[in-house]
């Protein structure tokens, strides 16, 4: 149901933790995730800690779900001088191309402890649903 929408993502991903170099609005890092099927919809948990509900942005267009965030640095005073930064600032991204199946009218999102959890319905269309053979009346010979 759900395709990722580049193959080079990952190794992005990797040269960015080696480098160590922050995310950008041109060249975004990813957002870890998890995605399965609970019942009739599908459920998408991003990793987002640190980041204000405020500077995480949804869309979907077409068939095309954005997350996109942005965790910027805490305001420090004049006299703090920091001895070790390991929390990666920046701007972060996940694209998934969605499936016809799913309902992308009723995305529900909730945020809680980090957590970004989207939950999207599969479409009325796409579950299985019996089919009943109708009975033939009985046909008269003419003739």
């Known amino acids: 149901m759900l395709m990722r929408t580049d193959p080079f993502r990952e190794l992005d991903r990797l040269t960015q933790q080696l480098l160590g170099t922050p995310g950008t609005w041109s060249r975004p890092s990813t957002v870890p995730m998890d995605a399965y099927r609970e019942g009739d919809e599908y459920v998408i948990a991003l990793d987002l800690p640190g980041v204000g509900k405020d500077a995480i942005d949804i869309d979907v267009e077409r068939n095309m779900l954005t997350v996109r965030a942005e965790r910027r640095p805490v305001a420090k005073a004049d006299d703090v001088q920091m001895?070790?930064?390991?929390?990666?600032?920046?701007?972060?991204?996940?694209?998934?191309?969605?499936?016809?199946?799913?309902?992308?009218?009723?995305?529900?999102?909730?945020?809680?402890?980090?957590?970004?959890?989207?939950?999207?319905?599969?479409?009325?269309?796409a579950k299985p649903r019996k089919i009943t053979i109708g009975e033939e009346s009985p046909r008269q010979i003419s003739g």
């Open 83 to 125: 001895e070790l930064s390991e929390r990666p600032l920046g701007v972060f991204s996940r694209q998934l191309v969605l499936a016809d199946t799913l309902d992308t009218e009723r995305i529900t999102a909730d945020y809680d402890a980090g957590v970004l959890t989207l939950r999207i319905p599969i479409a009325e269309r």
